[in-house]
């Protein structure tokens, strides 16, 4: 029986295979490798020295790899999530209030210069509705409503869309129980009447005090969450027991 080939235990002789591999073959961008078990027989090196080299590759950015899915070819993409749970777990509430103060003015804006008659209709609405709700449920309901038709009234598809997804990543159930400790009394009745300024501007075409009115009410809105999240929890929420405080870094 013939000895086995020696270099295959050989990290730097895997390292060249495989880069030679990467050069000469047809791997496109981001194009997924072989698995382990074959890229070793493939290339005719043992499963230690292989993944040694696929290390030395990974540091070079020649590879990148996503454990559970296997190696890629070419330098590790940005990340951009695959989905809005994955986000959600990236992010918390102090990022998305900074998204919202950069996005909603401008579409408070925007609302101004492009609203129809029935937009601003339906936002005093949905004011009314807002202000007239009792619990929790429906006050995040109908501002979010609010939010959106600003969103929709300023006319702008992209927007909207990145608008869509704040908000979907805002119905994070502990996000929500966040918010309805920031309102208290007297902070929701401010609320309500910032919404009805932000109203009025738009209906009286004044682009530069929706945006204005806008911000100082998401400032509160932000101010308010702050608060909150660096204030101890109560023993109850909602009749819950809540065993670990709420922070910056909650996901």
Same mark, same amino acid.
């Given at each position: 029986m013939?000895?086995p ?6 990290s730097n002789?895997a ?7 990467l ?15 074959? +890229? $070793?027989?493939?290339?005719? @090196? ?6 040694? /080299?696929?290390?030395? *590759?990974?540091?070079?950015? %020649?590879i ?8 890629f070819?070419g330098?590790r ?6 989905n809005l749970e ?9 990022e ?5 103060l ?6 408070a ?9 029935g937009?601003?209709?339906r936002?005093l ?5 807002t202000a ?12 979010s409503?609010?939010?959106r ?8 598809s992209?927007l +909207? $869309?990145?608008?869509?997804? @704040? ?6 159930? /502990?996000?929500?129980? *966040?918010?309805?400790?920031? %309102? ?13 300024r ?20 998401l400032?509160?809105?932000?101010e ?7 204030s ?6 909602d009749?819950q027991i ?5 922070t910056?870094s909650t996901?």
């Amino acid at each position: 029986m013939s000895n086995p080939d020696p270099s295959a235990d050989s990290s730097n002789f895997a390292l060249g295979r495989l880069r030679a591999l990467l050069d000469d073959s047809s791997f496109e961008r981001e194009q997924r490798l072989p698995p382990e078990r074959v +890229l $070793a027989a493939q290339i005719g @090196i043992g499963r230690r020295a292989l993944r040694r /080299a696929l290390e030395v *590759l990974e540091a070079e950015g %020649r590879i990148w790899r996503h454990q559970g899915k296997g190696t890629f070819a070419g330098p590790r993409p940005a990340h951009t999530p695959t989905n809005l749970e994955e986000l959600s777990k990236r992010t918390h509430p102090l990022e998305v209030m900074d998204v919202r103060l950069e996005i909603e003015p401008a579409l408070a804006r925007l609302a101004a210069m492009r609203a129809t008659n029935g937009d601003i209709e339906r936002l005093l609405r949905l004011a009314e509705k807002t202000a007239s709700s009792s619990d929790a449920d429906g006050r995040e309901l109908w501002d979010s409503a609010l939010h959106r038709t600003i969103a929709e009234a300023a006319g702008n598809s992209l927007l +909207l $869309a990145i608008f869509d997804m @704040i908000d979907c990543i805002r119905q994070d159930t /502990a996000w929500r129980l *966040l918010r309805e400790r920031a %309102r208290s009394g007297e902070r929701q009745q401010i609320y309500v009447e910032q919404h009805r300024r932000v109203i009025a501007a738009i209906a009286q075409r004044e682009a530069h005090a929706a945006e204005h009115a806008m911000r100082e009410h998401l400032e509160l809105v932000r101010e308010g969450l702050l608060k909150v999240m660096t204030s101890p929890l109560p023993d109850r929420v909602d009749g819950q027991i809540r065993k670990t405080p709420v922070t910056a870094s909650t996901k």
